[in-house]
């Protein structure tokens, strides 16, 4: 068997236990049933943590991730409007506003435009501890977004390209203390520049099946490197404008707060949230005889890595390995660490990664004068009880 394969048994094998959580015992803390490989329990996670499994959000047991590919079944999500229902033969994707030709593709039409297949893996904006389970990886099929647009020959006056999802919500938006209340799509935009660059895609399947309703169905935008909110789902209309788009979604829910010092003065910057920030975390801890293993997931913009290190307790940093399955410039990457001699008792585990540039993710200390949680990229130190 290789190393993944008997991986994938041992978690197969501790996926079959997760029922026992019902009576109050966590299956995480179960030893797991093959392979005498054993899954050491988080010590800081809270007692009642539980994950949030809701029609709107389904958050991933990182600890249980088995392969490069997250199942279409167990993808994470963040829907904020529901699931609206799309009869595929009657849907259109309509693209309007300053086009040369405005056109109304079937899923049909899309399909028999050349396709293109990418890895991709991408989490929330609001990915952070206690789990880190909104991120996912998936092998998305779809035809690129610039030969789409080509079709309806975006004018040059065009600087936005907005992409409305078909699902809708009514929202307060505040203006001077007055609320106002609107009926809208789901929308966020893309400058043009980022909209015609080669990498996006306009996907209609999910590791080589239909996406399901939770991920997009029938059609969803992939931004590779982008947080996930960028990946408009349900995605129906395209319009081309020369204004800004100022939607609560591209303008107001996603946006990042950060001081940051400029000739030694502290300037608070508001902005949008675009590419994902360098992160890498411990996904779980696992005993194999005396020895013990870190495995972790590494996201990014899609910048190559330099290196993943491991830190015990207040030990030096040492190498991890970088996981050869999963070498797609914009998939998630795995990483292994193998803990030698670890001793009986608490210890904290940590990692980090640096990219091509040097760019070393940042520990929380540095990270303070960001003021909203979102894009929260620190290092996340674990702690893991031996026995
Ligand atoms: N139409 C639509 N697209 C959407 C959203 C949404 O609420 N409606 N949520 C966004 C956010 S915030 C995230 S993190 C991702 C989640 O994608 P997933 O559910 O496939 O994981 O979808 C993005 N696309
Ligand atoms: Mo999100």
Known sequence: ?????????VLKGGLAVAGLGILGIPDWALPVLAQGETLVPFTDLPETFTLERTADRRIID??????PLTPRDQFFTTQHY???????AAFRLRLSGMVDRPVALSLDELRAMPSVELVAGFECSGNRRPLQGLSSNGQWTGVPLRAVLDRAGVKAEARELVFFGADRGEEDVDFRGQTITVEQQFGRSLSREKALSPESLLAYALNGEPLTKHQGFPLRLVVPGWYGVANVKYLSEIYAQEDQYLGKFQARWYRTLRGETIDGEVKWKESAVTEMQLKSFVARVSRDGVRHHVFGVVLNDGTPLRSVEVRVDDGPWEPATLDPSTPEQYSWKFFNYVWNNATPGEHTIVSRVTDSTGLVQPTEQELVTKKTFLEDNSQHPRTVMIA
């Open 62 to 67: 990182i600890r249980n991730i088995d392969g």
């Open 82 to 88: 529901g699931h609206p229902d799309i009869d595929p």
């Open 1 to 9: 068997m290789t190393t993944r394969s008997t991986r994938r048994a």
